[in-house]
């Protein structure tokens, strides 16, 4: 057996193996890799893939990550919020579109009050059968217990990049420690977790990426996502080049095969990177795609980088193209929940 052989056909991965892998740029053996991971993907989640409806309900935030376009500094940015009536108005479209998880993002907005939230968790569980997914960014511990109390599922929070030095470079308000600690503390108190990382930012090395695979291991996460660096206008990173394509798609491969039963999104970015990027991610081992459901008024302006995907697209106009796209890459829309199988 040849080397690539040997090591994807292990069960457990080195950093060194990983690395390796991170480093192919040969066609053929990229297809194995792909090959392999798709595999471990049908062996646990068969020809199904989850769908995750993202409402996007507030682009103001008061953190300053340097790669986002949505970052406080930003002047440029024409900030909204929507109403508690609008996000439960997309709530709804969300379920009528027989999808059975809806993603509440935004950016840090302190605007909403705990309660707040609460009250959104609230009237969605008491209307909808469905898994909520929060993506708020770090909020106070208790503010994760009231929302776990009121029936949200799951929380996404993305470390971003394990190289800690790294980290606060493109962070500066925040703390590596932090980020893990929430994870922590959220996974705890029963949330699914997911974490993941910016596959492609300035600096970043093989071993980075490898660590930020293996860090999403350790912290047994339900859900990991590795979107590709996508340069965004007005922020210091707005010159940086688009991560490249097979980078990502290794990494999405390799993450498949170290995290084995792990929900993996084909994001948006890579779909914005790349005109096929959810059906050659799904090809690489992914499992999940997240179509947006933020009214389209808004959608333009949540641009955490340029040139988002479908931001003049309804969500009328965007699932019909998605069960296509599904389709031609031999996969089709789950009506289940979703949830980790790890629980
Ligand atoms: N405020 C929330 C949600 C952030 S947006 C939070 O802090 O968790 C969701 C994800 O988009 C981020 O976690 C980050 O990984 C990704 N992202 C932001 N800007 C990006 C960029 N320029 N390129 C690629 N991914 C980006």
Excluded at 72 to 90: D, P, Q, Y
Excluded at 191 to 207: A, D, K, R, V, Y
Excluded at 297 to 315: A, F, H, Q, T, V
Excluded at 321 to 335: F, T
Aim: aromatic share 8%; net charge negative; with cysteine.
């Amino acid at each position: 057996m040849n080397v690539l052989d040997k090591i994807l056909n292990k069960e457990n991965f080195t950093k060194d193996d990983i690395i390796s892998l991170l480093k192919l740029t040969d066609i053929n053996k990229i297809e194995k890799l792909y090959h392999k991971a798709e595999k471990v993907r049908e062996k646990y989640f068969g020809d199904e893939v989850h769908l995750r409806g993202i409402i996007e309900f507030s682009n103001y935030c008061r953190q300053d990550c340097t790669y986002c376009g949505l970052r406080k500094a930003n002047e440029t940015v024409e900030r909204f919020r929507m109403s508690k009536e609008e996000i439960l108005n997309a709530a709804r479209y969300i379920y009528d579109s027989d999808i059975k998880t809806i993603v509440l993002q935004s950016g840090e907005d302190p605007f909403y009050s705990a309660e707040d939230i609460t009250e959104i968790i609230n009237e969605i569980k008491a209307k909808y059968d469905v898994a909520i997914t929060l993506s708020l960014g770090e909020r106070a511990f208790h503010e994760y217990d009231m929302w776990r109390d009121a029936g949200a599922d799951r929380y996404l929070l993305k470390h971003e990049t394990a190289n800690v030095d790294l980290y606060h470079q493109i962070h500066p308000y925040q703390k590596f420690e932090n980020k893990i600690a929430h994870l922590k503390y959220l996974k705890s108190i029963g949330f699914q977790i997911g974490s993941g990382n910016i596959t492609g930012l300035p600096n970043q090395t093989f071993e980075d990426i490898a660590d930020d695979i293996l860090l999403c291991n350790e912290l047994d996460v339900d859900m990991a996502s590795f979107s590709p660096f996508l340069s965004a206008d007005n922020t210091p990173l707005s010159e940086v080049e688009n991560c490249d394509m097979i980078l990502l798609l290794n990494t999405m491969a390799i993450a498949r095969l170290v995290l084995k039963n792990a929900h993996i999104p084909a994001t948006t970015a890579l779909a914005t990177l790349d005109e096929e990027g959810r059906e050659k991610g799904i090809l690489a081992g992914a499992n999940v795609v997240m179509p947006s459901f933020t009214p389209t008024p808004y959608r333009g302006n949540y641009l955490i980088y340029k040139d988002k995907k479908c931001i003049s697209e309804n969500p009328q106009q965007c699932l019909p193209c998605l069960d296509l796209r599904l389709m031609s890459v031999g996969v089709h829309a789950s009506k289940s929940h979703g949830h980790s199988l790890k629980i």
